[in-house]
C-alpha cells in the first residue's frame, strides 16, 4: 500500500512541498528519523518510514504520522479510490457494449462478471463525484442488457442496486439524492419495458425498503424526551414522493441522461409505456410501508399502555407489506399474538383467517392445492381482508430468499385450525363451521379418514352449540359496541374522528370510560387535561375550551343486514330477533333524546328522538378492535312517533315469541320464561303505567288537538294490537303452565283486564275489539 500512495502521489496536484515553517513535517515521532531542521513531505515522510521499516502494517504505519499528514494521506487516499472506481464504470461501460455485440467472451445468461464488479464498487462508500458518473453507466448497462439484468437470475443484483439507491435518497445532500430519484426512476423504467408494469418491482422495492429500514433511524429523542419522525425518514419520503413527481424528469440532463431517458416504447411502436399513474402508486406503497414502520418505531413504549394503538401498528405494518406474503405473514402473526394477550379472540382469529388466505390465495394461484377461488371467497366472507384477485401478485411475489413456494396446503391448514380454535373461544361458532368445511376438502384429498372423522365430529359439535345460542331465552351477544369521538390536538392523528371498539361482551359503558381514560391521561401534559363528555349530544369541536382534550363515548347497537332504520320501533328485542349466524357488522346506531326547547328528556309529549347511523371502514369482527366512522347520518323522530314505536315494539315481540317454531317439547320451556318475561313487561299491573301514559299524553286534553288525524289514527291502530296481541299471549301461556304458575297467569289476567278498562276511557271501541 506505502509502495502504492507513494507512486499514486505524483498523478494529483495535491503535492506539499515546503519548509519547517509551512507545517508539513513529520513531527519527531522517532529519535531516529525526526530532526528539527529536516522538512519532510508527506511522500519523503512514507520513504523514510519504508526505508526504516517503522510500521510494519498499514495501520502502524498510519498511526506513526502526524495527524495533519495522515489527514493528507487519507484525502489522497479517497482520491486514489475514487479514481480507481471511475476507471472500473468506465471499463464496465465498455465491456458492456462489447457484450451487446457478442464480440467478446463472457457469461451472457446472468452477466456475472458485469453484476459482481457493480456490487463490489456499490459495497463501498462513494463520493458525490462516482455518483455523477455512475447514473449513465447503468442506464447504457440497463438499456444494452436490460432483458438478463431484470430477469430472476439476476433478483441478488437487483436487491443491492434497489437498496443502494433507496440508501442514498436518505443522504443530506441534495444531488446525491437527486440521483438516487432517478436511479429509481429508471429501474422503474426498465420495469415497463420488460414487464409492461411495476408489480414486480413493487415486491422488490418493498422488500429493500424493509431491509432499509432496519439500518436507517428514523426516530429521534426531542428536548423533552418524547420521540418524532428523524431527518433521515423525512428525506427519504421526500424521494419517493418525487419519483412520481412528473417534474423530476427535467433533472435528467443534470443527471447526465438523455431528455427521453424515462420513455419505455415497445419496438417498432411509438406508444409509450410509461405511467405515472402506476408510478404514483407505486411511490404510495412504499410510503405507506415506510409510514407504517415510523408510527410503529414512535409508539415505543405507549404500546404497553394503549394496546389499540399497538395492534393498529401491526395491522398498518401488515397492509404495508401485502405485497410480500412473508412479510405480510409474518406482520399479521405478530398481530394475532398481541391479540391474543388482550384476550380479543375474535380479532385473532381474523389474523389466522387472514394468514391462511395469503397461503390459500399462493396455492390457487400455482394450481396445485384441493382449494379453489370458490374456497378463496368463501374465506373472503369471513375476512374481507383477503382478496380474491388471484394473479400476477403472487407470481410477482417470487423474489430470491423470499415468495410464495414456501407457502403449503400444510401451513394453510395449520392456521386454519388456529382460527377454529380462536373463534370457539370467541364463541362465534358460524365461523367455526365455515373453517372447518375448508378443511375438510384437503384431508378427502389425501383419503385421511381419521382426519375427517374429527372434522366431522367437531362439526357436530359446533352446530349444537349454534342450536343452544338460538333456543336460548336469553339473546346472544357476542360483543358490545362503543362509539368514541376524540376531540382535541393533544390526540394527534385522533383529533376530530370518531371511531367503534368492539368490547368482551361483559364490557359496561363505565368500564370503558374509565379504560380510555386511563390510556389517555398519560398522553396528557401540564399544558391539557382530559374531559369525558357524558352524553351523546352532537358536539361542535369550535366551541369546546382550548387546552382540553374531549373524549365522548356512547353505546351503540349493531344494525342487522336487513333492518329498517327509518323504522321508529325502539331496538331493545332487534338482535334477539336476528339469527346468530348474521354477526358481520358495518353499521351502528343510537338514539339521543331532546326536545326542542333544549332539554333532555321532557314529558312524552314533547320527547323528541335523534336516530344516528354511523358507517364503519370495514365490518367486525376485524383484524382490529376499532374501526374508524366514515359516514355519519341521522334522523329524527317526533314525540307521537316516539309513542307509537314504544309500542309497536311491545307488539313486535311478543308476536315474535308467539310465532317462533319449536322443534320439540323440550323447548316449551325456554319459550315459557321467554313469554313470561315480555308478558310481565306489558301487562302487569305496576308497569302497565307505559301504555296508560301514552294515552293520557296523547289522547286527552290539549295535545290530543295537535295531532293529525294521520297520526291519532296510527296510535289508536297501534294500541288496539297491543291489546289484541296481549290477549292472544295470555292464552298461550295458559296452556304452558303448571300448577306452580297458576298464580302468575292471574296476575296477568287482572292486569290485562284493569289495563283494558283505563283504556276504555281514551278508546271506547276497545271493548267491543278485544
Known sequence: MRKLLVICHDCYLMQPQGTPENGYMWNRISPQLSSPNQPYSLREALAQAQSSRI??????????????????????????????????????????????????????????????????????????????????????????????????ENDRFLKQIAFHLLRLAVFRNDSVRKRAVVGLQILVRNSFNYFKSTTRLRVML??????????????????????????????????????????????????????????????GSTDNRWSWVEVKHLSKCLVQALDAGLEHALLGSVMSVDRCAAAEGFYKLALAYAPVPDLHIMWLLHLCDAHQ?????????????????????????????????????????????????????????????????????????????????????????????????????????????????????????????????????????????????????????????????????????????????????????????????????????????????????TAVDPVMEDEDLESRRERIFSLSTGSVRARVFDRFLFDTPFTKNGKTQGGLEDQWKRRTVLQTEGSFPALVNRLVVIKSESLEFSPVENAIGMIETRTAALRNELEEPRSSEGDQLPRLQSLQRILQGSVAVQVNSGVLSVCTAFLSGEPATRLRSQELQQLIAALLEFMAVCKRAIRVHFRLIGEEDQEFHTQLVNGFQSLTAELSHYIPAILSEL
Open 55 to 152: 510500521g510494519s502494517t498499514a495501520r502502524a504505519l498510519r498511526e506513526s504520522l502526524h495527524p495533519i499528514l495522515r489527514q493528507k494521506l487519507e484525502l489522497w487516499e479517497e482520491n486514489l479510490s475514487t479514481a480507481v472506481s471511475l476507471e472500473v464504470l468506465g471499463i464496465i461501460d465498455k465491456f458492456s457494449v462489447a457484450a451487446a455485440s457478442r464480440s467478446i467472451s463472457t457469461d451472457y445468461a446472468k452477466l456475472d462478471c458485469v453484476t459482481s464488479i457493480l456490487m463490489g464498487l456499490l459495497s463501498r462508500s462513494q463520493p458525490l463525484t462516482f455518483w455523477k458518473a455512475f447514473l449513465p453507466v447503468v442506464y447504457n448497462i440497463f438499456s444494452l442488457h436490460g432483458a438478463t439484468l431484470m430477469a430472476r
Open 206 to 267: 418493498t422488500i429493500t425498503l424493509s431491509e432499509l429500514l432496519s439500518d436507517v433511524q428514523v426516530t429521534q429523542m426531542k428536548s423533552d424526551g418524547s420521540l418524532e419522525e428523524s431527518g433521515e425518514a423525512r428525506r427519504l419520503r421526500k424521494s419517493l414522493e418525487e419519483m412520481a413527481d412528473v417534474r423530476s424528469k427535467d433533472q435528467l440532463n443534470d443527471c447526465g441522461l438523455p431528455v427521453t431517458a424515462l420513455e419505455v416504447a415497445a419496438e
Open 341 to 553: 394477550e388482550m384476550q380479543s379472540w375474535a380479532e385473532a382469529a381474523q389474523c389466522a383467517v387472514a394468514v391462511a388466505g395469503v397461503i390459500m390465495q399462493a396455492l390457487v394461484g400455482r394450481n396445485d392445492a384441493v382449494w379453489s377461488k370458490e374456497h378463496v371467497a368463501s374465506l373472503c366472507r369471513i375476512c374481507p381482508i383477503v382478496g380474491t384477485d388471484i394473479g400476477a401478485e403472487v407470481a410477482a411475489a417470487e423474489v430470491e430468499g423470499y415468495g410464495a413456494s414456501k407457502l403449503t396446503v400444510d401451513s394453510a391448514v395449520k392456521y386454519l385450525q388456529l382460527a377454529n380454535k380462536l373463534f370457539a373461544q370467541a364463541e362465534l361458532y358460524h365461523f367455526s363451521a365455515s373453517i372447518q368445511e375448508l378443511i375438510i376438502p384437503v384431508y378427502k384429498s389425501r383419503r385421511s379418514y381419521g382426519q375427517l372423522a374429527k372434522c366431522h365430529t367437531s362439526l357436530t359439535s359446533i352446530y349444537e352449540s349454534i342450536l343452544e345460542q338460538e333456543a336460548s331465552p336469553i339473546p346472544f351477544i357476542d360483543a358490545t359496541y362503543y362509539r368514541v369521538g376524540f376531540y382535541g390536538e393533544r390526540f394527534g392523528k385522533l383529533n376530530k374522528r370518531e371511531y367503534v371498539f368492539r368490547e368482551p361482551r361483559d364490557v359496561r359503558l363505565g368500564d370503558i370510560m374509565e379504560k380510555l381514560s386511563h390510556t389517555y391521561e398519560a398522553k396528557m401534559d401540564v399544558n391539557h387535561t382530559l374531559h369525558i363528555i357524558p352524553d351523546s349530544r352532537q358536539v361542535n369541536a369550535d366551541e369546546l375550551q382550548p387546552g382540553v382534550c374531549y373524549l365522548q363515548i
